[in-house]
């Protein structure tokens, strides 16, 4: 019998994100792709996002601008968490 060597963890080939890092990026004028989009979302949905971090990224959005692809990736991840703004009867609030 041949011995087996337990697998090794590999590290992840993907990045962890940090808010510092996107309101960094966008405030240089660079593009978001969809993940850092959607981890922006994601954190303001879940409030995971401190208020003053996501105030600090909306302000380098708007002086910036977003580009149609970072819009979209915005549109897309807000129409997914949009179950957030239901409330207890099950109605939608728009």
Avoid: C
Avoid at 45 to 68: F, R, T, V, Y
């Amino acid at each position: 019998m041949t011995e087996t060597k337990p697998a090794q963890p590999q590290p992840s080939p993907i990045a962890p994100l940090h808010m510092i890092d996107i309101i960094r990026k966008k405030r240089d004028g660079a593009a978001l792709d969809a993940r850092e989009i959607g981890f922006v979302a994601a954190g303001a949905a879940d409030e995971s996002i401190p208020a003053d971090q996501l105030a600090a990224w909306l302000m380098a959005a708007w002086l910036n601008g977003l580009s149609l692809d970072e819009a979209r990736a915005y549109a897309g991840h807000a129409r997914l968490g949009r179950e957030v703004f239901a409330d207890p009867a099950g109605q939608v609030r728009r």
